[in-house]
């Protein structure tokens, strides 16, 4: 057992929940993510303690996340019902405005997700995240540009009639 690896599992373990959750828009599968990327991440423990462990685990979680196969169970989505008579400043209605964020975040393709939690989230450059990602600084550019995009499109002036701007 590297006691090395456990120290540091306890250490940085939520923050790295936190960051996979923030990839997957779900709890659970962000902690499958984080216990698939550890378990690998264990057998070569040494030679990563020695380097940079938290830019490394991020990229395996990054990396893995982007490429996972695994799919949910269901394809059900929730509809969205849209109320005109919210009140804003009531519990109930930031959640539902925090529920409808998350939903059209679920809408990104995992590339564009990744490349604005990276950018936003983790607060890191286009060259971090291209390093991150494999691929050029004007793909992280387009994929974040697509992704915005896409969700300024979700917000039309009619879904955003009641919202304090």
Request: proline share 3%.
């Amino acid at each position: 057992m590297h006691t090395g690896f456990e120290e540091y599992v306890r250490a940085r373990g939520d923050a790295l929940r936190r960051f996979a959750y923030l990839l997957c828009g779900d709890r659970h599968l962000g902690e499958d993510l984080v216990q698939e990327v550890l378990v690998k991440a264990y057998r070569r423990w040494p030679k990563i303690e020695h380097d940079q462990p938290d830019h490394y685990l991020r990229t395996a979680l990054v990396r893995s996340h982007v490429s996972w196969l695994r799919r949910r169970s269901h394809a059900e989505q929730p509809e969205q019902i849209k109320d005109d008579s919210a009140v804003w400043g009531d519990f109930a209605d930031e959640q539902a405005v925090r529920d409808d964020l998350w939903s059209r975040l679920g809408g990104l393709t995992r590339a564009q997700r990744a490349v604005l939690v990276l950018r936003y989230y983790e607060d890191l450059g286009d060259q971090q995240i291209a390093d991150v990602l494999r691929c050029s600084t004007s793909t992280v550019r387009v994929h974040a540009s697509r992704g915005l995009a896409r969700l300024r499109a979700d917000l039309s002036p009619a879904s955003l009639k009641g919202v304090p701007l």
